[in-house]
């Protein structure tokens, strides 16, 4: 017997590539294009994000009955914006470093529209277990976008993967930059990102044609 | 049987096939078409799109070949073993052989790589999407050599080249549907991905980045990188006011010389493929930035300390005369393609162009010139100001209509039918 029923699978693999958050449904583009110019940045980021919207999309599940709807947008804050710091304590604990290369993005995961999106979308509507899978899956499909830009802003833009010079060493001209190679200084910036995502976006739709929406 | 009829029973050869319209292109490259329309009504002109393309890059050869003499004169000036060119335009000590073999052996990799890989991109394309070749990169393909450093390493150039065909055009759907210039998608991507390679005082020179730190360390300094540093004094001794309007200062390849690039403006003008109201109203706007901020020098507003000072108080109308203003008013901002349409949105479109131009160019902190940022950034607005210029048109006449008075028919009787054009 599988470990998930198909149905419950989908909720995990939809969000991963027909269904993404980021190239299908075009949400969370702020965070995908502040934070990836580093590879390490950007993993974690995916799994802060992958933290919260687990979590978040449990408790509002569970609270679903009894939060008024008037005023669950609120309580969807709440519980987004507890999470949201007890990632960034735990960041400055462990990894004050690269808290201050994430600095305030962290702290705007909280509007991250996919978050607050699968709150109302999904969460609200759904029992804990399903919610959980749904939270997981987007916040993964989330996550796979943000390191494949983040691998070729790095490789290109600083010719090192995971702060690993992978192409030689740029000041000593060793490896690819004997040859005269140099880093691609446009990789570094935001735009970049925004480029990147849209090629991802071009290639994922030209693979599969049902995905382009009607002019 | 002639090379015509090979490639025209080639081209027959591969109809319908996937390759067909890489051999289509060559064929139509280099003949007529054999195949012509008979019947019906049709507008004859001899300008199509292929005679407007050839007519831009004749009208840009004169830079060319200006640039060519232009890279042999700067290098050997810098290396002190000739003096600077005195007499006019054909003065002395320019128009030599030694200065264009340099320049041609520099300049014509440039020129042939970025056809090569354009025109690659463009038949991979048509080979993929199954159209024609179209002939949008032939006039891209000669301005990219010609606003680029002439030390710029090859194959930074490819790659710029790649992206800018691609993501510049080729993903909006090909010539005539692009949104940005791809010429200058290219020189922005260059700018922004190989910084060292496009500014400074060492790129305007040819072999100035190779003896960087040696003991015959030479450099270039452009007219606007002077300015950017306040030394307004230093600038003055080197260039005066013929060099800049001829030309005989470091730059891009093609963008130095102003006379020649008035010269093949006045060709694009007079064959009406360039629009005249842009290229006006883009020197108009430049003007009237370069006054106000003269105006603002003149006021005291700003101390001598500033580091604006100095180009700001450059001479208003100096401005057209050095960087890439002229060369972009001319041949990019004229862009059929990415510029406004309307006539009353061109005067709009080319005003902004000139007075952001001189903007960017004072008060960009990393590097002394904007005309490419202006361009692009009004490339972007150009569908909007269509839209305005059209939408007010469309509400004037409707005002019109409103106050018409419309007579009776004379068949009831009244007087003569008068109705008002709408």
Partial sequence: MALLSKKDANLILDPLADNNPITIQVLGICSALAITAELKASVVMAISVIFVLGVGNVVISLLRNVIPSKIRIIVQLIVVATLVIVVDQVLKAFAYELSKTLAVFVGLIITNCIIMGRFEAFALGNGPWKSFLDGIGNALGYGVILIIVGFFRELLGSGTLFGIPVLGDPIAKTGLYATGYENNGFMIIPPAALIVVGIIIWVQRSRNKALIEEA | ?422
């Fill in chain 2, 1 to 422: 049987m002639g090379l015509k009829e090979k490639l025209h029973e080639t081209k027959l050869k591969f109809q319908g096939k996937k390759m067909a319209p890489a051999f289509n292109a060559i064929h139509t490259f280099l003949y007529a078409p054999n195949e012509t329309t008979h019947s019906g009504a049709h507008v004859r002109s001899a300008d199509d799109l292929k005679r407007t393309m050839n007519m831009v890059i004749m009208s840009l050869v004169p830079c060319l070949i200006f640039g060519m003499f232009n890279t042999g004169y700067q290098h050997y000036l810098a290396l002190g073993e000739i003096d600077a060119v005195t007499g006019g335009f054909f003065g002395s000590g320019f128009w030599t052989w030694d200065n264009f073999i340099l320049g041609f052996w520099k300049i014509l990799p440039l020129v042939v790589v970025s056809y090569v890989v354009g025109l690659a991109v463009e038949f991979v394309f048509a080979v993929i999407k199954g159209h024609e070749v179209e002939e949008g990169y032939l006039v891209t393909g000669m301005l990219v050599p010609l606003i680029v450093p002439v030390d710029l390493p090859l194959w930074m150039l490819a790659v710029a080249v790649v992206f800018g065909v691609v993501i510049g055009k080729e993903v909006f759907g090909g010539t005539g549907m692009n949104i940005l210039n791809p010429a200058l998608t290219i020189r922005a991507f260059l700018f922004f991905a190989y910084p060292t390679w496009m500014s400074g005082d060492k790129v305007w020179v040819h072999g100035a980045v190779d003896s960087a730190g040696t003991a015959d360390a030479i450099s270039g300094e452009t007219v606007l990188g002077f300015l950017a540093q306040g030394k307004t004094t230093e600038m003055a001794q080197q260039y005066d006011l013929a060099d800049m309007f001829f030309g005989f200062i470091p730059g891009s390849v093609g963008e130095t010389s102003t006379l020649l690039i008035l010269l093949g403006g006045l060709i694009l003008v007079f064959s009406k493929i360039a629009s005249w109201r842009i290229m006006l109203s883009a020197i108009i706007g430049s003007l009237a930035m370069g006054l106000i901020f003269n105006g603002i020098v003149a006021a005291e507003w700003i101390p001598e300390y500033s580091k604006f000072y100095s180009l700001m108080s450059f001479e208003y109308w100096q401005h057209l005369l050095v960087g890439g203003l002229a060369f972009g008013i001319v041949f990019m901002a004229t862009d059929p393609v990415t510029g406004a349409q309307t006539n009353r949105g061109k005067w709009i479109y080319g005003f902004l162009i000139g007075f952001m131009s001189v903007m960017i160019r004072v008060f960009n902190p990393g590097y002394p010139e904007g005309v490419f940022l202006a361009i692009l950034l009004m490339n972007v607005f150009a569908p909007t100001i269509d839209h305005y210029v059209v939408r007010g048109n469309v509400k004037r006449r409707l005002k019109r209509l409103k106050n018409a008075t419309i007579y009776p028919k004379v068949s009831e009787g009244a007087e003569a039918l008068k109705t008002e054009t709408v």
